[in-house]
């Protein structure tokens, strides 16, 4: 299988990388300043750049995506907008653009996270750009068949309690091992429109 994984070189797209790779994916490693190909996907013309360069694909992961975290008062419009710009649009127009090069049963695989169901302070931008993107996966499903679109939903990660533990009080967390199992059902299974709560 010939699998886009954007993201590929941060700690959810490394874990996701081995695990496609050992199942035999042929996985084309992309990011914003390492990987096969560069490429910053919230920008749409580098966008159809790398899609024009890949061809045709059978399946699209995404373990990208930056939003800022501040208090709500001190919140800006240029931050949501760099939320938007940054997770929401960039993971919509890798589906957008890439219905034109996916094989007709491909799949699209979505992150998001679980601040779009138990917010945190701080985090409303990162809330709201996870919930606007399970919308779109859930819309889009019912557009797109018979290729396939779900969204990987996870906690915080295990391996980066260290760096964000503080901000998830409580909330526990996920190991990456279980989060690329996410990963593996999306790509190589049957379901469709699934967010994959973690
Ligand atoms: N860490 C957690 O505990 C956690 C929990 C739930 C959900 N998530 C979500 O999972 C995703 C990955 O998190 P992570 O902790 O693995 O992040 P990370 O270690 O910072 O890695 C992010 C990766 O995505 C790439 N990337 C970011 N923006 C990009 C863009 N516009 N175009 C192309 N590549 C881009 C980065 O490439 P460069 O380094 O080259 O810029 C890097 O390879 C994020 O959406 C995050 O919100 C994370």
């Not at 070189?9 to 300043?33: F, N, Q, Y």
């Not at 800022?68 to 127009?93: C, H, N, S, W």
């Amino acid at each position: 299988m010939k699998t886009l994984l954007i993201g590929a070189t941060g700690t959810l797209g490394t874990a996701v990388h081995k695990e496609l790779s050992a199942r035999g994916h042929d996985v084309i490693a992309v990011g914003r300043s390492a990987g096969d190909l560069r490429c910053d996907i919230s920008d749409p013309a580098q966008t159809a750049e790398l899609y024009r360069r890949v061809g045709r694909v059978d399946a699209v992961v995404s373990a990208a995506g930056d939003v800022p975290y501040k208090p709500l008062p001190e919140m800006t419009p240029e931050d949501y907008r760099a939320a938007f710009t940054g997770k929401v649009l960039a993971q919509i127009e890798l589906v957008r653009q890439g219905l034109a090069h996916i094989a007709e049963r491909g799949s699209f695989t979505l992150v998001t996270g679980i601040l779009a169901r138990e917010p945190i302070p701080t985090g409303s931008a990162a809330s709201m750009a996870n919930g606007a993107l399970e919308a779109f996966v859930r819309a889009a499903a019912i557009e797109i068949a018979p290729r396939r679109i779900n969204a990987v939903s996870p906690n915080v990660f295990t391996e980066s309690l260290a760096d964000y533990g503080s901000y998830f009080p409580g909330m526990g967390s996920v190991g990456l091992d279980e989060v690329t199992q996410a990963y593996v059902r999306s790509v190589e299974g049957g379901q469709t429109g699934q967010v994959y709560a973690l």
